[in-house]
């Protein structure tokens, strides 16, 4: 599984595919630490937030780098948990290095405020990007080929999705809960520094019982069209 691993996260980067998230991160980036210095929770919240779409999109572009034949040659090989698992640690391990990125580029141009909250603010940031990047993988697995049999019902998965997050996790939203709680987790950082433990347990709970779901439709999904 490890050189499954290797070979795809290799085929992303070398087949030029990295090139267009790269950009995008850089964008957004720019976007969110073009205006100054902001405090560490709440620039690392809405970064998350911000990023959420496109680890989702880079994380499709991971799983659909190999041809269908090479990824079927490659159930074979490993078995079809094992090809999958496979696939979706690669998307994680490229989207975490994106996280990396958003968590150390700020503090090199001046974006970040220093001052007595800004390590905790730091450490609120890395867990506000980890529950950005499992349901960004889980949602770009969702919109993969081998899930949804073609590129223009991968993009309308991918857009409904990013589309969701935003609607329903507006605060007031009729069913939060269908979709990750990456806009609850971008408020929470804002609205308090720190935010309450009780909160975070909560929002956290709600990431991951939001990811084993979508990624339990993702294995199903992937069985049911192998």
Known sequence: MTALVSMRLAAFVRGGRALAPLIAVLVVLGVIYGGGASPASVAYGYSAAALFPVLAWQSKLVLDTEPDTQRRLARTAVGGRGEA?????AAALL?????????????????????DNALTGSVLGVLAHLLALVPAVAVGGLASRAVTGGVR???AVLVVAAILVVVLGLQGSIAPWLVPPVMATARALNDADPPPAA??????????????AALGGYGWLRRSRA
């Open 85 to 89: 698992i496979a696939g979706l640690l």
């Open 199 to 212: 909160t975070l347990l909560l929002i956290t709970g709600w990431a991951a019982l939001w990811c084993a």
């Open 95 to 115: 989207a975490l290095a994106v996280c990396a990125v958003a968590m150390l580029a700020p503090w090199l141009f001046g974006g970040i405020e220093t001052g």
């Open 153 to 155: 019902n991968g993009v």
